[in-house]
Structures are given as structure tokens and as C-alpha cells.
């Protein structure tokens, strides 16, 4: 993948640094000693403390800065979201409607977003309460470890994945679910709207492919289907046959192997947003 072919995107921010933060210092596991004992000498909940702390990293990690120059890792981060920009704003003005970048911020072992602390176990996520990416560089190195899904157009998909979500911010589709949720309807299983929503962000990543590909020609031999492995060693069926033994359907959230695989061939095929409605389909 010609990667650095791409724009740059300004809208990068850099929070790493491991673990929980206070006050601009690490906070280790001796801290976290401390400030346990502490807590049971003033008869305060130390999980409640420690809360409190990473709290505080929230506000570190909005008011950290960007990558440090000559971060290869960082600066293909900041060229694949570049792209992502160029493409939507192109294709939102096309709609007539206006493109808000998301941000998207690198961490290390856990960050604090408006929805909530996430370990670097949840891997990489968008949380629509503040339109950020969240992303740890060490999924792309378990992605290839653990799964065999190596290689930088693979990274890249993940990365639109999550861009995904922001454009279904954007156009009122997260609300929607959300309100469903509210309501109690249930969003798990095999045709469940949690389900779809992630189809539907695949297929998203596969529109950007298209746009990205025609106007860059930045793709390799052998780089589509770096991503089209991708999608299929994170599939659900996938994922519970390697960690329990079992496919249970009734718990999906984020589709088949076989499903995302075509949702996202189905986006970068066609280029077109609107072959992306999962949501009125009876065949996922």
C-alpha cells in the first residue's frame, strides 16, 4: 500500500503513554497500592479513587498534542485519516451536506473517553458521545500475531471501520440505535441492530476504499485482500470459535466472518453509500 501518497490528517492526537494518569505522571501499580491503602485508611472505596484519577486522564489526554515527527506508525495513522477526510467531505458535499472530522486518538493500555475508560483489551473504538477514533497501536501487532490478519491496508480497514461510525453519527443512524436501546428492544443476535450497524461500518470502510483507491492508486498486489482477511479473523463466529469452543448466534454483535467480508467487498465494489443499508435488508 502507497500510503504516503495520502494527505496528512491535523486531526491526530497523541495520548499514549500507559497506564492511568494524574496530574501529567504516570500512575503504576505501586501507585494504584497506594492509593488503595489510602483509600481504606480514610474509609473511602478505592475503586471509587482510582475513578476519580482516570478521570483526570481524560482531560491529559484532550489536551495532549500531536505525534512526534518522524513516527511511522503515527504518520500512517495520520495518512490513512487524511484520506478518510478527503473522501467524505467529498462525498457528504455530494449529498449536500457538511463533513465534521472526527478526531482520533492514539493510547496505550487504557484511555478515558466520554464513554467511559476502556482497557487496550476493548481494541479500537469510536465513541459518538465526543466523535473520536480511539485506537492502540498493539492491536495491529495481536490483529497479525494472533489472528494472521497482517499487513497495512488490513490497519487501514479497521481504521475506516471506526471512521464508519462517525459517518453513521453524522447521519442520525447511532442515534437511532441508541433510541432503540432505550427502549428496551434487544441489539444482539445474528440479526440484531447492533449487528447491522457493524455491517453497515464495514461496508462504509469499503465505500472509502473505492473513493480512496480511484483517486490515490495507492493499492498493491495482494492489499485488498489484507483487508478482506482482516474482516474475516474478526468475525464473530470466528472470534467465539477460538475463545469458546462454540458459535452462540444469539450473541453476535458485529456479523460473521462471511458477512463482513461481503458488506465491506459490497461498499468497495460500488462506492455507493446507499448500497450500504443494512438496516432494510433481510439478507445480512
Given at each position: 500500500?502507497?500510503?504516503?501518497?495520502?494527505?496528512?490528517?491535523?486531526?491526530?492526537?497523541?495520548?499514549?503513554?500507559?497506564?492511568?494518569?494524574?496530574?501529567?505522571?504516570?500512575?503504576?501499580l505501586?501507585?494504584?497500592?497506594?492509593?488503595?491503602?489510602?483509600?481504606?485508611?480514610m474509609?473511602?472505596?478505592?475503586g471509587?479513587?482510582?475513578?476519580?484519577?482516570?478521570?483526570?486522564?481524560?482531560v491529559?489526554?484532550?489536551?495532549?498534542?500531536?505525534?512526534?515527527?518522524?513516527?511511522?506508525?503515527?504518520?500512517?495513522?495520520?495518512?490513512?485519516?487524511?484520506?478518510?477526510?478527503?473522501t467524505?467531505?467529498?462525498?457528504?458535499?455530494?449529498?449536500?451536506?457538511?463533513?465534521?472530522d472526527?478526531?482520533?486518538v492514539?493510547?496505550?493500555?487504557?484511555?478515558?473517553?466520554?464513554?467511559?475508560?476502556?482497557?487496550?483489551?476493548?481494541?479500537?473504538?469510536?465513541?459518538?458521545?465526543?466523535?473520536?477514533?480511539y485506537?492502540?497501536?498493539?492491536?495491529?501487532?495481536?490483529?497479525a500475531?494472533?489472528?494472521?490478519?497482517?499487513?497495512?491496508?488490513?490497519?487501514?480497514?479497521?481504521?475506516?471501520?471506526?471512521?464508519?461510525?462517525?459517518?453513521?453519527?453524522l447521519?442520525?443512524?447511532?442515534?437511532?440505535?441508541?433510541?432503540?436501546?432505550?427502549?428496551?428492544?434487544?441489539?444482539?443476535?445474528?440479526?440484531?441492530?447492533?449487528?447491522?450497524?457493524?455491517?453497515?461500518?464495514?461496508?462504509?470502510?469499503?465505500?472509502?476504499?473505492?473513493?480512496?483507491?480511484?483517486?490515490?492508486?495507492?493499492?498493491e498486489?495482494?492489499?485488498?485482500?489484507?483487508?478482506?482477511?482482516?474482516?474475516?479473523?474478526?468475525?464473530?463466529?470466528?472470534?467465539?470459535?477460538?475463545?469458546?469452543?462454540?458459535v452462540?448466534?444469539?450473541?453476535?454483535?458485529?456479523?460473521?466472518?462471511?458477512?463482513?467480508?461481503?458488506?465491506?467487498?459490497?461498499?468497495?465494489?460500488?462506492?455507493?453509500?446507499?448500497?450500504?443499508?443494512?438496516?432494510?435488508?433481510?439478507?445480512?
Amino acid at each position: 500500500m502507497r500510503w504516503k501518497r495520502a494527505r496528512r490528517s491535523d486531526n491526530v492526537v497523541d495520548a499514549r503513554g500507559g497506564g492511568l494518569r494524574f496530574g501529567g505522571k504516570g500512575l503504576g501499580l505501586g501507585g494504584i497500592a497506594l492509593v488503595v491503602i489510602v483509600g481504606l485508611l480514610m474509609g473511602r472505596d478505592p475503586g471509587q479513587i482510582l475513578t476519580e484519577l482516570t478521570t483526570q486522564s481524560s482531560v491529559d489526554s484532550r489536551q495532549a498534542g500531536a505525534p512526534p515527527a518522524g513516527d511511522e506508525h503515527a504518520e500512517f495513522v495520520r495518512a490513512v485519516l487524511g484520506d478518510t477526510e478527503d473522501t467524505w467531505r467529498q462525498l457528504f458535499q455530494q449529498a449536500g451536506r457538511e463533513y465534521r472530522d472526527p478526531a482520533l486518538v492514539l493510547f496505550s493500555q487504557g484511555v478515558n473517553s466520554a464513554c467511559g475508560f476502556a482497557s487496550q483489551a476493548v481494541g479500537p473504538f469510536y465513541c459518538p458521545a465526543d466523535q473520536r477514533v480511539y485506537l492502540d497501536l498493539a492491536f495491529f501487532d495481536e490483529l497479525a500475531r494472533r489472528f494472521a490478519a497482517a499487513g497495512d491496508f488490513a490497519q487501514a480497514y479497521v481504521i475506516a471501520h471506526e471512521v464508519g461510525h462517525h459517518v453513521q453519527t453524522l447521519l442520525g443512524v447511532s442515534a437511532r440505535v441508541n433510541a432503540a436501546r432505550q427502549r428496551g428492544e434487544p441489539l444482539e443476535g445474528a440479526t440484531g441492530l447492533q449487528v447491522r450497524q457493524e455491517l453497515q461500518a464495514d461496508c462504509l470502510a469499503g465505500v472509502w476504499a473505492h473513493h480512496a483507491q480511484q483517486r490515490l492508486d495507492w493499492l498493491e498486489p495482494g492489499d485488498l485482500e489484507e483487508a478482506l482477511n482482516a474482516a474475516n479473523a474478526i468475525g464473530d463466529d470466528r472470534l467465539q470459535r477460538h475463545g469458546r469452543g462454540q458459535v452462540v448466534p444469539d450473541s453476535f454483535t458485529h456479523g460473521t466472518s462471511e458477512q463482513r467480508v461481503r458488506w465491506f467487498k459490497l461498499g468497495f465494489e460500488g462506492g455507493e453509500v446507499r448500497r450500504c443499508d443494512t438496516f432494510q435488508t433481510s439478507r445480512l
